[in-house]
T-cell receptor, first 108, second 115 residues
Framework: GQSLEQPSEVTAVEGAIVQINCTYQTSGFYGLSWYQQHDGGAPTFLSYNALDGLEETGRFSSFLSRSDSYGYLLLQELQMKDSASYFCAVRDDYKLSFGAGTTVTVRA | EAGVAQSPRYKIIEKRQSVAFWCNPISGHATLYWYQQILGQGPKLLIQFQNNGVVDDSQLPKDRFSAERLKGVDSTLKIQPAKLEDSAVYLC?????????????FGPGTRLTVL
């Protein structure tokens, strides 16, 4: 089976940088995904890491260390619209298993 | 490109009643997923289809839940009979394939309340 741990809540001010950590245990690992979900909305795909290292997409970056079973999502230049829940999800051979999510609140 | 469509958006039923949800995935997407998301939790996979075959239904409570994907396109998820603990948002998602980056596109969900 899979288990994932991520912080439940993070609060930061506009313009700040937030790092959301995710540690996982899984019997089979192909990659780590991140999804964003606004309150009442559908999850949307942010990034996917299959190999160690940093992937950058605009203001968001995602990192993976397979040897440490650890990854993080970095949100830079925070904006009010970034207030949402962020889920890490491990991919085994064919399916995703999601963490409980981290609620990010951006204050003015 | 049209997104994943789901209906209804909201449903309120009493326990022991039946309910059905419908999903139309993005055109050309071979893989379709049904997730259950309880408030404050991450989505939990109930069933995954590849075309019209079941890839994984290990977390589907088969004594009360059933799902089908006829002709490898639309899908329905049924609960019969419903229990209080089934109150959740039911999300349908689709992806081109079930491998690789496997970017999943989610529909708006059906919010089910069981009284």
């Amino acid at each position: 089976g899979q288990s994932l741990e991520q912080p439940s809540e993070v609060t930061a001010v506009e313009g700040a940088i937030v790092q959301i950590n995710c540690t996982y245990q899984t019997s089979g690992f192909y990659g780590l995904s991140w999804y964003q979900q606004h309150d009442g909305g559908a999850p949307t795909f942010l990034s996917y890491n299959a190999l160690d290292g940093l992937e950058e997409t605009g203001r968001f970056s995602s990192f993976l260390s397979r040897s440490d079973s650890y990854g993080y999502l970095l949100l830079q230049e925070l904006q009010m619209k970034d207030s949402a829940s962020y889920f890490c999800a491990v991919r085994d051979d064919y399916k995703l298993s999601f963490g409980a999510g981290t609620t990010v609140t951006v204050r003015a | 490109e049209a997104g994943v469509a789901q209906s209804p958006r909201y449903k309120i039923i009493e326990k022991r009643q039946s309910v059905a949800f419908w999903c139309n995935p993005i055109s050309g997407h071979a893989t379709l997923y049904w997730y259950q998301q309880i408030l404050g939790q991450g989505p939990k996979l109930l069933i995954q289809f590849q075309n019209n075959g079941v890839v994984d239904d290990s977390q589907l409570p088969k004594d009360r839940f059933s799902a089908e994907r006829l002709k490898g396109v639309d899908s329905t998820l049924k609960i019969q009979p419903a229990k209080l603990e089934d109150s959740a948002v039911y999300l349908c998602a689709s992806s081109l394939t079930g491998t690789g980056i496997n970017e999943q596109f989610f529909g708006p969900g059906t919010r089910l309340t069981v009284l």
